[in-house]
């Protein structure tokens, strides 16, 4: 069984900085590509960032470009969101996914439960 777990989340104020972390435990042969996603009550889930299993960021949407950071730690299967200069408008539930082969055959898309960012004064 996999679980993809997100920790980090709570209340900044515009300006502040968090950390986000995603942790992946259970039977893991692979971890892929990870994301973090984000969704505001109303909206569509929205793709924040992205990292390869080798490490590489390969996206990061628009509105966080120069603010956000991801990274990965493979000796722990984890994943985490460095937010910085946060924005009242980056008050969401983020949420992490992963690419997990949790047998030799087969990969599936692990999401986590997701945590709340909330950006207010």
């Known amino acids: 069984q996999v679980q993809v777990v997100e920790s980090g989340g709570g209340y900044v104020q515009p300006g502040g900085s968090l950390t986000l972390s995603c942790a992946t435990s259970g039977t893991v042969f692979a971890v892929y590509n990870m994301g973090w996603h984000r969704q505001v009550p109303g909206q569509q889930r929205e793709l924040v960032a992205r990292?390869?299993?080798?490490?590489?960021?390969?996206y990061y949407a628009d509105s966080v470009k120069g603010r956000f950071t991801i990274s990965r730690d493979n000796a722990k299967n984890t994943t985490y969101l460095r937010m910085t200069n946060l924005r009242p408008e980056d008050t969401a539930v983020y949420y992490c996914?992963?690419?997990?082969?949790?047998?030799?055959?087969?990969?599936?898309?692990?999401w986590g439960q997701g945590t709340q960012v909330t950006v207010s004064s």
């Open positions: 996914n992963a690419f997990i082969s949790n047998t030799p055959r087969t990969t599936y898309d692990f």
């Open positions: 990292i390869t299993a080798s490490g590489n960021p390969n």
